[in-house]
């Protein structure tokens, strides 16, 4: 069982940077790729970037290659997504998820989600 805690979020203009963290409870941790998905208002979720077991794979939707940076501390039970030149249509809620195995996936198939934290972003 894994427990997932998102943080990080909160009220940024267009064009500010944040850094969300994931943190995890357990002490596998490092047996579980993660992901991190957004869900705006009245959309469906979608896939923001994902870093498989020992961080040495990385994948980013286009839509946010080249502005986000996805990272993670195993050793602190801790994946980092972040943000920058925030655009105001990427004001959503920000979710992490885990799934134990080698690779991550953009698709939703993991096994474990947290709560989410909420990113706004003014013009």
């Known amino acids: 069982q894994v427990q997932l805690v998102e943080s990080g979020g909160g009220l940024v203009q267009a064009g500010d940077s944040l850094r969300l963290s994931c943190a995890a409870s357990?002490?596998?941790?490092?047996?579980?790729?993660v992901g991190w998905f957004r869900q705006a208002p009245g959309k469906d979720r979608e896939f923001v970037s994902c870093?498989?077991?020992?961080?040495?794979?990385?994948n980013y939707a286009d839509s946010v290659k080249g502005r986000f940076t996805i990272s993670r501390d195993n050793a602190k039970n801790t994946v980092y997504l972040r943000l920058k030149s925030l655009k105001p249509g990427e004001t959503a809620v920000y979710y992490c998820?885990?799934?134990?195995?080698?690779?991550?996936?953009?698709?939703?198939?993991?096994?474990?989600w947290g709560q989410g934290t909420q990113v706004t972003v003014s013009s």
């Open positions: 357990g002490r596998t941790f490092s047996s579980y790729a």
């Open positions: 870093i498989n077991l020992s961080g040495s794979s990385t």
């Open positions: 998820a885990a799934r134990r195995f080698l690779s991550c996936t953009g698709s939703g198939e993991y096994d474990y």
